[in-house]
Each structure stands twice: as structure tokens, then as C-alpha cells.
């Protein structure tokens, strides 16, 4: 009899403490309204551009018309902004009637009727950033309820206006509550961005419990600079962060600002290439109804995609910062393949940075090299010198196959040595190369 005690008990610990809605278990891409579309509610005077059900209708139109949604970009997100300045009469979050006429679940419908997602955001706390009503810890149950009501496919939660305190019970129990529903709902975090996004205060171990994704750090802007302090602060403090994300839990750098007005081509495929390598959420935030050409190629790259996606789940680092400004970076995918970046920061000219993949660590072997930008591929042995022509703030991108014996071998007695690529912690987390 105790023994039955004891495994019933240590079930529903299990239960309730792991997030075991199965979502995400490669990092979560579609569309997120806020950098782009900011908390503009003024709908008489600039129809197009308001949060508004037709903003979200529309971009689900252009993701499932225009091959976004075949390459994975399925959640349509609204952010701050959306709802109702009261609760109803049953203290339930409503929409702004406005401006969402039909409510929320009638466009959760129109979403899944085109094969999309709809996320939705919420704030832990008595208001939300924005100013909107937030969700207090006597209403989490409620508002989850609610969001699973109308058929809501991921939340974003946010943390201002409350405290430390509220925060450490707040956002466990909002996981709880949302798997209470029984409706899978995808679970965004905001919390470590309000923790400093760094230990001692950030548990990455719990939040990996019980989030999918999560914040880490401020918000993103329209600026290059904005695009390259967020990727510094993620490559920096790469030791913490690595090694807690995995399937089904993403670090989140925020959003792609890929063409909206602040990045150069150069940069747009920097940002996709670090993103793609830190196997962050590809959350586009941008006008698809006027998307340049050039913006859609670089964010619709299949191979680049397919890198960040990658079912390994394992968040690529920095390996190389060199003097001359370049920098280099790797991520392990499946297989025994793997993606490389390198990266200037040079504001000169292109620089040609001489290598060879025994520099970068890489096992003797010969591989296949497809540069990601150019489709061009090549074969080169771990010992052959290469040389890369990076533009000032731009990237060339390699996805490296699995290395093959370098010389034919007559006898199969030994296997052939894969990159010695991940350790793991007592977790069971995977930790960056020793190398380093
Ligand atoms: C915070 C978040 C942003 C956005 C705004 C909305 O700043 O970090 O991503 O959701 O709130 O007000």
C-alpha cells in the first residue's frame, strides 16, 4: 500500500511540475505583432496599421498565402494592446469590441481553419506593459480558462507591475493552470527578463520545467544596434544559457526585425544567422503585406531554416572572437552535421578571413560544405585553408555535413570518429564543447 502512495505521489509531482504539453520541441516560428506594430489603437486614423482582428487577419492571409506557413511560420501572435480596458461581468478578460468585433476565438478560428496558431499575451500582474488589465495570482485560473475557451494555441506572459515575489508564484502557476485546461498551450515567459535574465536569480532548471520558451533580456528594437546588443548579450553569457535550452524549451532573443526599416540586407541575414544558430523562436515582427523581396528571401531560406530547426535542439555559441573583428560560430545539429557563421564587425571593407576546419575544431575528415547565402557547395578536408570574404556587419553561412574517412579504409574494426561535440551535466543537459 505504501509503495502505491508513494508512486501516486511522485506521479503527480511529476504531473504538476513538469510542462508536459509536448509543444515546441523545435523552436516555435510565426508572427508577433509588437515591435512593428507597437500599441497603435488609433483605428479611425490609421486603419492598416491598429491592433485590430483585420492586422492579424491579415497576416494569417499572407503566411498562408504567401509560403510562410509551409516552412513552419504558423503562430500568428498578438501582443499587448488587444483587450478590453474592463473584464466582463464575469471578471473574464475580453477584447477590445472595437477593434476585435468578432473576439478571440472567432479569430483562434479563422487561424486554425488556415492551418495557423493563435498566441495571445498576458502580463502577471495587475496591468499589463501597455497599460491593459494584467492577470493577478486570483485570477491566473480564470484567465487560462479563458484563453483555452477560445481556443488559444500560445501565451505570451508578461511580468510588469508585479513583484519578485508574485512572480516566483505566479508564473509556475499559470504553467499549472494552462495544463489544467487540458488544451496544449505553447508558454512563453517573460520572468527571467525581470530577473536580471541571469543566476542567481534565474532557475533556468525550473523554468525549462515549466515554460517553452522564455525571455531573457530587453526588448528588441528597429536598429542595428538594438539587433547587436541583444546577440551580444546572448553570445556573452552563453555558458548560463546554452545548456538550458533543449526541445521544448528556448531561450528567446525576441523578435526578427528583418524587414521593417532598421537593418541593411547584411545585417538581415546576420540576425537570421545568429538566431538560427542560438535555435531561438523565429518570431517575424514586420509588415508581410509589403515585404521587400529581399527581406523574404532571406527569412523563407530553407537550409537556414531547416538549421534552426534542427531536431537535436541544441543552442549553438561563440566559438572564435579574433582581433581583426571577425568572429565565428558554431552550432552541433543532428547527425553529426553541424552550421558555422562567421561574422564581421568591421565597418571597412569585406575581410578575407583565412581558416581551415581543424582550426575550428573540427575532426580529420572531408566534408561537404553548403554556404546557406549562396547555395554554392563545395567538399574541403579538415586541413584545407579556406578563405571567407565577410561583409562589415554581415555574415557567411555553412551548413557542414557529417565528416567522411579522408582516405577509403579496408578494414571496418574502427567507427569512424564523430566531432566530439556535447557533454552533459548531471541533468542531463547538454553543456558547450569542452574546447572552449
Ligand atoms: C514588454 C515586452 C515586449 C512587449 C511589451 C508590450 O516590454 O518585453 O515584448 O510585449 O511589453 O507592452
Known amino acids: 500500500m505504501r509503495v502505491v502512495v508513494v508512486f501516486f505521489t511522485l506521479a503527480l509531482c511529476a504531473a504538476t511540475w513538469a510542462l508536459d504539453n509536448g509543444l515546441m520541441r523545435t523552436p516555435p516560428m510565426g508572427w508577433l505583432a509588437w515591435e512593428r506594430f507597437r500599441c497603435d489603437i488609433d483605428c479611425d486614423n490609421d486603419p492598416k496599421n491598429c491592433i485590430s482582428e483585420q492586422l492579424f487577419m491579415d497576416m494569417a492571409d499572407r503566411l498562408s498565402e504567401d509560403g510562410w506557413r509551409e516552412l513552419g511560420y504558423v503562430y500568428v501572435n ?17 477584447a477590445d469590441p472595437k477593434r476585435f468585433p468578432g473576439g478571440i476565438a472567432k479569430l483562434a478560428r479563422y ?89 542567481p536569480k534565474v532557475n533556468y532548471t525550473e523554468l525549462g520545467q515549466i515554460c517553452n520558451l522564455w525571455r531573457n533580456y530587453g526588448d528588441i528594437e528597429d536598429s542595428w544596434g538594438s539587433v547587436l546588443s541583444v546577440a ?47 535555435a531561438a523562436p523565429l518570431f517575424m515582427s514586420n509588415d508581410l503585406r509589403t515585404i521587400s523581396s529581399g527581406a523574404r528571401t532571406i527569412l523563407q531560406n530553407k ?81 584545407t585553408p579556406f578563405v571567407v570574404s565577410v561583409n562589415p556587419s554581415g555574415v557567411v553561412m555553412w551548413h557542414v555535413s557529417a565528416p567522411a574517412a579522408d582516405k577509403p579504409r579496408l578494414h571496418t574494426g574502427g567507427k569512424l570518429r564523430g566531432p566530439a561535440y556535447y557533454r552533459h551535466d548531471d541533468n542531463n543537459n547538454d553543456l558547450p564543447p569542452a574546447f572552449l
Not at 501582443?79 to 475580453?94: F, I
Not at 530547426?309 to 579574433?322: A, F, H, S, T, W
Not at 564587425?345 to 575581410?351: E, F, G, K, V
Open 111 to 199: 487561424m486554425h481553419d488556415r492551418g495557423l496558431k493563435l498566441g495571445i499575451y498576458g502580463d502577471m500582474g495587475t496591468h499589463t506593459c501597455g497599460g491593459y488589465p494584467g492577470t493577478t495570482l486570483d485570477t491566473i485560473t480564470l484567465d487560462a480558462q479563458t484563453f483555452a475557451d477560445w481556443e488559444v494555441d500560445m501565451l505570451k506572459f508578461d511580468g510588469c507591475y508585479s513583484n519578485a515575489t508574485e512572480q516566483a508564484q505566479g508564473y509556475p502557476s499559470m504553467s499549472k493552470a494552462l495544463n489544467a485546461t487540458g488544451r496544449p498551450i505553447g508558454y512563453s515567459c517573460s520572468w527571467p527578463a525581470y530577473q536580471g535574465g541571469l543566476p
Open 232 to 278: 551580444d548579450w546572448f553570445f556573452e553569457n552563453q555558458d548560463i544559457l546554452a545548456p538550458a535550452a533543449g526541445p521544448g524549451r528556448w531561450n528567446d532573443p525576441d523578435m526578427l526585425v528583418i524587414g521593417d526599416f532598421g537593418l541593411s540586407m547584411d545585417q538581415s541575414r546576420s540576425q537570421m544567422a545568429m538566431w538560427a544558430v542560438m
Open 78 to 94: 498578438i501582443d499587448d494592446c488587444w483587450s478590453s480596458m474592463k473584464r466582463d461581468a464575469q471578471g473574464r478578460l475580453q
Open 303 to 383: 537550409m537556414l531554416i531547416g538549421i534552426n530547426q534542427d531536431p537535436l535542439g541544441v543552442q549553438g555559441i561563440r566559438i572564435l572572437k579574433e582581433k581583426s573583428g571577425i568572429e565565428v560560430f558554431w552550432r552541433p545539429l543532428s547527425a553529426g552535421a553541424s552550421a558555422l557563421v562567421f561574422f564581421s564587425r568591421r565597418t571597412d571593407m569585406p575581410y578575407r578571413y583565412q581558416s581551415a576546419l581543424s582550426k575550428l575544431n573540427y575532426t580529420s575528415g572531408r566534408y561537404q560544405v553548403h554556404d546557406v547565402f549562396s547555395g554554392k557547395t563545395d567538399a574541403l578536408k579538415d586541413s
